[in-house]
């Protein structure tokens, strides 16, 4: 498929549609940029896959967007942050684009586990590849040292969101076993980090059947502030990126099964174009 005119957008990447709830987030507070997410449908999950392969396939979606024009790209999706954002950041972008910026969802929320948890024991929630990268446990040394981290991996909550089960007895069951199992590792925990761009879909839910004592930190909430603070702390990148509050959509699978889908995700309809990445 051909590629369309440069725009200057803000590029938003995830291996399917949880980053969905991330870009959502960010529109709603940034609202006058321009925007492109780029969903990989095709070869979702990334979960697991190798670390060569999601590097492979992150370094493609982001190669696509720069294409495109976008100056800064959001990688919503933990797995390609974990296994990915670093590499490309250190290796890929000084000599091929030393101009453009890179940014992850890991990062922002450790951060913001310091800022909440009184206790310094904190929970993680997510996938089993991202669990496996111990991605949030390193990032947890370096930035906040003093915290305690429990990881579970949920490895059904992902596939109940994408079948549009986010209410009823099947979505409860699954919620209450996985904090049994985390409260059974520790029981001083006080935050839980959802650690899956797919789990805020599902917060009500999870509040309702955790103690009211524990904090949920959404990524959905943390990363659009995090993205405005980026901004306003260079001001070379943000006067780069286009303005018109136009959104484009882009997925390597089926438009149907991505519109379809996406709804869930943002709530409104959405009309897509699919492109091909890679061999």
Same mark, same amino acid.
């Given at each position: 498929?051909?590629?369309?005119?440069?725009?200057?957008?803000?590029?938003?990447?995830?291996?399917?549609?949880?980053?969905?709830?991330?870009?959502?987030?960010?529109?709603?507070?940034?609202?006058?940029?321009?925007?492109?997410?780029?969903?990989?449908?095709?070869?979702?999950?990334?979960?697991?896959?190798?670390?060569?392969?999601?590097?492979?396939?992150?370094?493609?979606?982001?190669?696509?967007?720069?294409?495109?024009?976008?100056?800064?790209?959001?990688?919503?999706?933990?797995?390609?942050?974990?296994?990915?954002?670093?590499?490309?950041?250190?290796?890929?972008?000084?000599?091929?684009?030393?101009?453009?910026?890179?940014?992850?969802?890991?990062?922002?929320?450790?951060?913001?586990?310091?800022?909440?948890?009184?206790?310094?024991?904190?929970?993680?929630?997510?996938?089993?590849?991202?669990?496996?990268?111990?991605?949030?446990?390193?990032?947890?040394? &370096?930035?906040?040292?003093?915290?305690? @981290?429990?990881?579970?991996?949920? *490895? %059904? +909550?992902? #596939?109940?969101?994408? /079948?549009?089960?986010?209410?009823?007895?099947?979505?409860?069951?699954?919620?209450?076993?996985?904090?049994?199992?985390?409260?059974?590792?520790? &029981?001083?925990?006080?935050?839980?980090? @959802?650690?899956?761009?797919?789990? *805020? %879909? +599902?917060? #009500?839910?999870?509040? /309702?059947?955790?103690?009211?004592?524990?904090?949920?930190?959404?990524?959905?909430?943390?990363?659009?502030?995090?993205?405005?603070?980026?901004?306003?702390?260079?001001?070379?990148?943000?006067?780069?990126?286009?303005?018109?509050?136009? +959104?484009?959509?882009?997925?390597?699978?089926?438009?149907?099964?991505?519109?379809?889908?996406?709804?869930?995700?943002?709530?409104?309809?959405?009309?897509?174009?699919?492109?091909?990445?890679?061999?």
């Amino acid at each position: 498929m051909s590629k369309p005119s440069e725009s200057r957008a803000i590029g938003v990447f995830d291996s399917g549609f949880g980053g969905l709830t991330i870009f959502k987030k960010i529109r709603e507070r940034l609202p006058g940029y321009d925007y492109i997410y780029l969903g990989d449908n095709a070869r979702t999950p990334y979960g697991n896959r190798s670390f060569e392969a999601v590097l492979k396939f992150t370094t493609e979606c982001v190669e696509y967007l720069f294409s495109l024009g976008c100056p800064l790209i959001i990688i919503a999706c933990n797995t390609a942050s974990a296994k990915a954002l670093r590499n490309i950041q250190q290796l890929y972008l000084p000599g091929a684009y030393p101009d453009r910026r890179v940014l992850g969802v890991i990062r922002p929320t450790v951060e913001s586990a310091e800022r909440y948890t009184r206790n310094h024991s904190v929970a993680l929630w997510a996938t089993h590849g991202t669990v496996q990268s111990q991605s949030f446990k390193i990032e947890l040394s &370096k930035h906040a040292p003093r915290v305690r @981290l429990v990881q579970q991996a949920c *490895p %059904l +909550l992902v #596939p109940l969101v994408e /079948a549009g089960e986010l209410e009823g007895q099947g979505l409860d069951y699954f919620v209450a076993k996985y904090w049994q199992l985390t409260a059974a590792r520790a &029981k001083d925990i006080d935050t839980l980090l @959802l650690g899956c761009t797919h789990y *805020p %879909l +599902l917060l #009500p839910r999870i509040r /309702a059947l955790i103690p009211s004592g524990v904090t949920i930190c959404a990524q959905d909430e943390i990363v659009a502030p995090s993205l405005a603070d980026y901004l306003g702390r260079h001001p070379e990148m943000e006067t780069r990126i286009s303005r018109g509050g136009r +959104l484009r959509f882009l997925t390597t699978d089926s438009c149907d099964h991505f519109d379809r889908l996406a709804e869930i995700f943002m709530g409104q309809a959405i009309s897509s174009e699919r492109v091909e990445l890679g061999d």
